[in-house]
């Protein structure tokens, strides 16, 4: 836990009420996103019992699973599932846009928008993971077929996994993870997976503090799990029983009152946290985008894009474990995208600055002083080095000579030319610029900051980085294990 975020989960404790970490909202939100709420029965790995799923709060379609251990019912959620997620993703392959690629040389097309999945904690991305793998594998035809959009909602299911490990990625968002995004709470880390009690402590019930909220919120009775793990007094007093009596049907009327039973009592179970699901959407919704939201939708949408393209091309499903070349590509490509992601949200948000100003790697000054002609002769040509005086008062540790970059004016570069303690406490920093002030040797107005302007200056950077260099499969050496194995010879996935 970062100091800033520990201040605040204590102010959280004594306000009563959890203290917002964020200005802006650092993940993008669809415009009519498909919310999915999970169910899975206890002991079994996997094993889906239940889901709510719905693009609009009175629209929550409930499909249910009479007998969890049966793998035909479960194939058959898996294709109701599939009814439902499949046309909502094709709603969104109706329209592209060309973007501009090779430094304009050449074009590429990419959808005007992406599906973005929504459920209601990290639990419920694994349960969406792991019926993923258990069905991207399956096939149409030949022995235990299943229906044919069941392997291809695997597929995309495993994609949608996969871009919730992205860092900044918004096609698949678990509600608890993106509330504590931009609110403390004065409860442990473990108890803010629970969403009853998240949103209780964020926007508590008239007359109740956030702690009461969340303490009421601990009764399963009156606040049922969020999924996809149930209640054990659920599951033993009620669920068993439905359960059995369905198994125990011997004729078409019991057997319908049997479901009957069961849909009433998992419709309860998924309800309250259907209802939830849409409220914490509204406050993230009341929260404006960060300047840098757009762009990693923009990466999203490409992802989207490159996705619908290998299945309209035919292409095999994504094998079960990486290569090694391609597991260190994969990693390579989270560490980079978990950097940029980071400085992003330092850059849109002055609270997340802040703890960049603690550590010393960003401070924030008002301009002393300008000089927006000076010119340095010192090499073979003269060119245009303004310099500015800032006055700060928080602590300066980068080193002399390093380049520094304002999140308000990011095409300019900062050095540092000098450091200079003052006797009240604060620091005289002197910065020389370059870039973003145009071509010639007089300054474009307003490109150099003028007196009185107060600045952020940092060392983060969210400049372009290149990737590594991998090598293809086929020279992966041996101590790797070879060239990896075709995932279309991989076998079937079994259920679990």
């Not at 304009?104 to 599906?115: Q, S």
């Not at 009620?238 to 009152?257: C, G, K, Q, S, W």
Request: proline residues 9%.
């Amino acid at each position: 836990m970062s100091t800033l975020r520990a201040l605040a989960a204590a102010q959280a404790v004594a306000a009563g009420l959890a203290q917002p970490v964020a200005t802006v909202r650092h993940l993008h939100l669809s415009r009519r996103p498909l919310v999915l709420v999970p169910l899975a029965m206890a002991g079994e790995a996997n094993a889906p019992l239940a889901a709510m799923v719905g693009s609009a709060p009175g629209e929550g379609r409930l499909l249910i699973v009479p007998q969890p251990r049966n793998r035909d019912q479960r194939f058959a959620f898996a294709a109701e599932l599939a009814a439902i997620v499949l046309p909502y993703i094709d709603g969104h392959r109706t329209a592209n846009e060309a973007v501009a690629v090779d430094r304009g040389r050449d074009v590429r097309y990419r959808y005007l928008d992406a599906p973005q999945l929504l459920v209601p904690n990290p639990a419920g991305v694994t349960f969406l993971r792991l019926l993923g793998r258990s069905t991207r594998f399956r096939r149409a035809d030949g022995e235990y077929p299943v229906p044919p959009q069941v392997p291809l909602l695997g597929r995309w299911l495993t994609f949608f996994a996969e871009r919730a490990e992205h860092p900044g990625s918004s096609t698949l968002v678990a509600m608890t993870q993106a509330l504590t995004l931009h609110w403390a709470t004065g409860q442990s880390a473990v108890e803010d997976l629970h969403l009853p009690a998240l949103l209780g402590w964020i926007a508590p019930p008239a007359g109740l503090s956030g702690a009461e909220a969340a303490a009421r919120a601990e009764d399963p009775s009156s606040c049922p799990p969020a999924g996809p793990a149930t209640d054990p007094e659920f599951d033993n007093r009620l669920l068993a029983p439905a359960i059995e009596a369905y198994a125990a049907a011997d004729d078409e009327a019991t057997r319908v009152e049997a479901y009957a039973e069961l849909e009433r009592l998992l419709r309860d179970q998924l309800t309250p946290t259907w209802e939830l699901m849409w409220r914490g959407l509204g406050l993230l919704r009341a929260l404006p985008p960060g300047a840098r939201v757009a762009g990693r939708w923009d990466g999203d949408r490409d992802a989207f894009t490159a996705h619908a393209d290998h299945l309209d091309s035919d292409g095999a499903p994504q094998p079960r474990r990486d290569g090694a070349v391609a597991a260190a590509a994969r990693l390579h490509r989270l560490e980079r995208a978990a950097a940029t992601y980071a400085v992003q949200r330092a850059y849109d948000d002055p609270l997340v600055m802040a703890e960049y100003r603690l550590t010393g790697e960003a401070f924030v000054g008002e301009v002393l002083l300008a000089d927006p002609t000076r010119v340095d002769d010192s090499g073979r040509r003269p060119v245009l080095r303004p310099r500015i005086q800032l006055l700060t008062t928080d602590p300066v540790l980068a080193p002399v000579g390093v380049t520094l970059t304002s999140p308000s004016r990011p095409g300019q570069k900062a050095r540092l030319v000098f450091v200079t303690p003052t006797a009240d406490g604060k620091t005289e920093v002197v910065l020389e610029l370059s870039g973003g002030m145009g071509r010639g040797l007089t300054a474009s107005p307003g490109s150099v900051p003028e007196v009185g302007e107060r600045l952020c200056y940092t060392t983060l950077s969210d400049a372009y980085v290149p990737g590594a260099a991998f090598p293809t499969a086929d020279e992966t050496p041996w101590t790797h294990g070879g060239p990896p194995a075709s995932a279309a010879a991989a076998p079937d996935e079994q259920w679990a």
